[in-house]
C-alpha cells in the first residue's frame, strides 16, 4: 500500500469514498481505515508511527467538527499528510477547515478544500507527490488533465 486514508468516522465516508475511487482511477494502492484522534488516541498514533516502516508514502486524513485527525497524524510521521475537512453539520466545515489547516510551523499538513472537492484534491495531489518518480503515473495525470479540458470544451450551453 502507497496510501493511507483516514477519516475520524464511518460518517465521513460519503465524503472520502471519493479520495478512494480518484485514487482507484489512477490504479494507486491505499489503504482506508476509520481512526479518530479523540476517540481512538492511541490506535490512531500507533497506526500512523508505524505508516512509514509499512511502506506508505502519503497519508490522507478527513475529520469533521474540531478536526485533529489530520495534524495528530502530522505530528506522528515525516510522510506528507494531506487533510480534508470534512463538511459538518453546524458549520458547514468552517470548523473542520480552520481546525485543520491552522497548524503550529514545524508539524505540516497540506489542507484541500472542504468536501467532496477536497477529498478528490487530496487524492489528485497525493498522486503528483508519487508521480515524481513514477513516470506511469505522470502520464495518467497528464491524460486526466486532457480529458477534463475536452469535457469543458466540447460542452454546449444552453
Ligand atoms: C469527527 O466527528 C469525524 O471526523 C466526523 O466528521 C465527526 C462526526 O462524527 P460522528 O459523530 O458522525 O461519528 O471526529
Redesign the pocket.
Known amino acids: 500500500m502507497l496510501v493511507a486514508v483516514l477519516?475520524?468516522?464511518k460518517?465521513?465516508w460519503e465524503t472520502m469514498r471519493h479520495a478512494s475511487e480518484t485514487l482507484d482511477k489512477f490504479g494507486v494502492a491505499h489503504e482506508c481505515r476509520v481512526l479518530?484522534a479523540?476517540r481512538t488516541p492511541a490506535a490512531t498514533a500507533e497506526y500512523v508511527s508505524k505508516a512509514e516502516e509499512r511502506g506508505f508514502e502519503v497519508i490522507i486524513a478527513a475529520?469533521?467538527?474540531a478536526?485533529h485527525l489530520a495534524g495528530v497524524a502530522a505530528s506522528h510521521t515525516v510522510l506528507p499528510v494531506f487533510g480534508v475537512p470534512?463538511e459538518s453539520a453546524s458549520l458547514k466545515g468552517l470548523d473542520s477547515l480552520l481546525s485543520t489547516v491552522q497548524m503550529p510551523s514545524g508539524i505540516p499538513v497540506g489542507t484541500l478544500g472542504i468536501g467532496k472537492p477536497g477529498a478528490i484534491n487530496a487524492a489528485l495531489l497525493t498522486v503528483a507527490v508519487l508521480a515524481a518518480s513514477r513516470p506511469d503515473l505522470r502520464a495518467k495525470l497528464h491524460a486526466y488533465r486532457q480529458a477534463q479540458a475536452r469535457t469543458i470544451l466540447d460542452t454546449t450551453v444552453p
Request: aromatic share 0%; proline share 0%.
Open positions: 477519516m475520524g468516522s460518517s465521513d479518530s479523540h475529520a469533521g467538527g478536526a470534512i
